[in-house]
C-alpha cells in the first residue's frame, strides 16, 4: 500500500485510512512505543494515539513522507 493513498484517505476524510495506517505502520510505531514505555497497555494507546493525531492534523497538512510524520506525531504525544 503507498503512503501517498493513505494519505489522500486520510485527506478525503476516510475512514479506512486508520485501517490501513494501521495495518502498515502498526508494528513499527508499537515496536518504538514498547521500547519507550515497557508496557503493553500504554504502548497500545500511544500507537492510537498517534493514528488520531495524523487525523486531526492531515488535512490540513500533507506530509511528504508519512512514516517520518507518525513519529513526529508520537513525540507531540509523548511530550
Request: glycine residues 2%; contains cysteine.
Amino acid at each position: 500500500m503507498e503512503d501517498t493513498y493513505i494519505i489522500d484517505l486520510f485527506w478525503r476524510r476516510d475512514e479506512n485510512a486508520i485501517q490501513l495506517v494501521d495495518k502498515k505502520y502498526n508494528s513499527t510505531c508499537y515496536s518504538i512505543a514498547w521500547k519507550i514505555l515497557m508496557n503493553r497497555e500504554d504502548s497500545e494507546e500511544c500507537v492510537n494515539d498517534t493514528w488520531f493525531a495524523a487525523w486531526r492534523y492531515i488535512p490540513p497538512q500533507r506530509p511528504p513522507k508519512l512514516v517520518a510524520f507518525l513519529g513526529k506525531n508520537y513525540k507531540r504525544i509523548r511530550n
